[in-house]
């Protein structure tokens, strides 16, 4: 999940995206998946992973990581 956070940085990934690519298309619908693995890489890399400053979520729609320049 890191990776394709990675690799879309600065773009939003829909949470279908992000079910299909990472667990295949069964977990559709499964949106716990997300929000169980969201918090644990918020965990390792936020300074407080309760106020994410990396790892945004777009209610509704889905998650990306932030770019800074």
Request: proline fraction near 3%; hydrophobic fraction near 45%.
């Amino acid at each position: 999940m890191l990776r394709l956070l990675v690799t879309h940085a600065g773009k939003v990934l829909t949470h279908r995206q992000l079910l299909t690519q990472v667990w295949g298309d069964k977990a559709v619908g499964q949106s716990h998946y997300l929000r169980v693995h969201i918090a644990h890489l918020r965990e390792k890399l936020e300074a407080n992973s309760s106020v994410p400053e990396l790892i945004l979520a777009e209610p509704a729609v889905g998650y990306g990581l932030l770019t800074r320049n």
